[in-house]
Nanobody, 121 residues
Framework: QVQVLESGGGLVQPGGSLRLSCAAS????????MGWYRQAPGKQRDLVAT???????NYADSVKGRFTISRDGAKNTVYLQINSLNPEDTAVYYC???????????????WGQGTLVTVSS
C-alpha cells in the first residue's frame, strides 16, 4: 500500500507565499515522478508542476516564475513553493506520485486527498 499526503495549505493574503509539502510512503520500490495539480471550485483538475526522479521539471504556463517545485528523493517528498499568490490561485492542491510498488511490475499513480489554498484579503 502506498500513501500520498499533502500539507501546508491555508488562508493567505494576495501577494503572500506558501510552501506545500507532499510525502509518499509505504511499499515503494521506486518513484519515477511526482507532481502537483489543482482544482478550483467548479473547474477541472489542472497540472501545476511535475518533477522527475532525475530532477527535470515541468510547469503550467500560468504558474511559471511564481511556483517552484523541488524534491527530496531520500524522503520521497516534493515541495511546491508558491509566491505572489492571487485569488485565482485559490484551489484544492493535489499531489500525485508515479510509483513502482514493492513486488510490482508496473508503475501506478497514487493521489493524495488534497490541501486547500485560499487566497483572500
Amino acid at each position: 500500500q502506498v500513501q500520498v499526503l499533502e500539507s501546508g495549505g491555508g488562508l493567505v493574503q494576495p501577494g503572500g507565499s506558501l510552501r506545500l509539502s507532499c510525502a509518499a510512503s509505504g511499499s515503494i520500490d521506486n518513484i519515477i515522478a511526482m507532481g502537483w495539480y489543482r482544482q478550483a471550485p467548479g473547474k477541472q483538475r489542472d497540472l501545476v508542476a511535475t518533477i522527475t526522479s532525475g530532477g527535470s521539471t515541468n510547469y503550467a504556463d500560468s504558474v511559471k516564475g511564481r511556483f517552484t517545485i523541488s524534491r527530496d528523493g531520500a524522503k520521497n517528498t516534493v515541495y511546491l513553493q508558491i509566491n505572489s499568490l492571487n485569488p485565482e490561485d485559490t484551489a484544492v492542491y493535489y499531489c500525485n506520485a508515479i510509483v513502482l510498488p514493492v513486488g510490482g511490475r508496473s508503475y501506478i499513480t497514487f493521489w493524495g486527498q488534497g490541501t486547500l489554498v485560499t487566497v483572500s484579503s
